[in-house]
């Protein structure tokens, strides 16, 4: 059965922390692996991963996927309360994405 | 003016109703997506469509049903809802060739079923 498995569930930090957020997944057919983040509504994207050991990076956002081990992390440097929302992490084969049940980050002032 | 729409935004319904969710989009994209998200569950595939003749289920699909109407349009149906369809529903599109792309979502429509 495929399916993705996102730890921890959920998680309070302060502001400045750094954060990891992990994703791990069982997938036939693997051609991506993507990370949304969550705040009110609708997901919006952050990144796609589609080879090993190569890091992606946004600002203070940063991603790498571990084909091998079947893992990807998201960290978080330098936390602000901006951050604090749901980070759903996906996996597409050829005909669909599964995605996890995220990772709800709350940062505190 | 948003690239994926929902409507509506937000319904309440009695048990028993029939409901229709409407989803319409502006990137031409071919593959569309519905979702259902409940709180600890992450998103939950209904229904996807790769085009106007191909519809597909997915995991959830039990008392529900779709149409894609063009190419831009996919509306999801609960015939009779019932208040464990109680959720935030998801419509999303990404491009289908050869390539890999992102999924690209609409705002959400909160479905209440008393």
């Known amino acids: 059965e495929d399916k993705v498995v996102q730890s921890p569930l959920s998680l309070v930090v302060h502001e400045g922390d750094t954060v990891t957020l992990n994703c791990s997944y069982e997938?036939?057919?693997?051609?991506?692996l993507l990370w949304y983040k969550q705040e009110k509504k609708a997901p919006t994207f952050l990144f796609m991963l589609t080879s090993s050991g190569i890091e992606k990076k946004s600002g203070r956002l940063s991603s790498i996927l571990d084909k091998k081990e079947l893992f990807s992390i998201l960290n978080i440097t330098a936390t602000q309360t901006g951050d604090s929302a749901i980070y759903l992490c996906a996996v597409n084969n050829f005909n669909k994405f599964y995605f996890g049940s995220g990772t709800k980050l709350n940062v505190k002032p | 003016d948003a690239d994926v729409t929902q409507t509506p935004r937000n319904r309440i319904t009695k048990t028993g109703k029939r409901i229709m969710l409407e989803c319409s989009q502006t990137?031409?994209?071919?593959?569309m997506y519905w979702y259902r998200q409940d709180p600890g569950l992450g998103l939950r595939l209904i229904y996807y469509s790769f085009d106007v003749k191909d519809i597909n289920k997915g995991e959830i699909s039990d008392g529900y049903s779709v149409s894609r109407q063009a190419q831009a349009k996919f509306s999801l149906s609960l015939e009779s809802a019932i208040p464990n369809q109680t959720a935030l529903y998801f419509c999303?599109?990404?491009?289908?060739?050869?390539?890999?792309?992102?999924?690209?979502f609409g705002p959400g429509t909160r479905l209440t079923v008393t």
């Open positions: 997938v036939t057919n693997f051609r991506s």
């Open positions: 990137k031409g994209h071919d593959r």
């Open positions: 999303a599109t990404s491009r289908g060739d050869r390539e890999v792309y992102e999924q690209y």
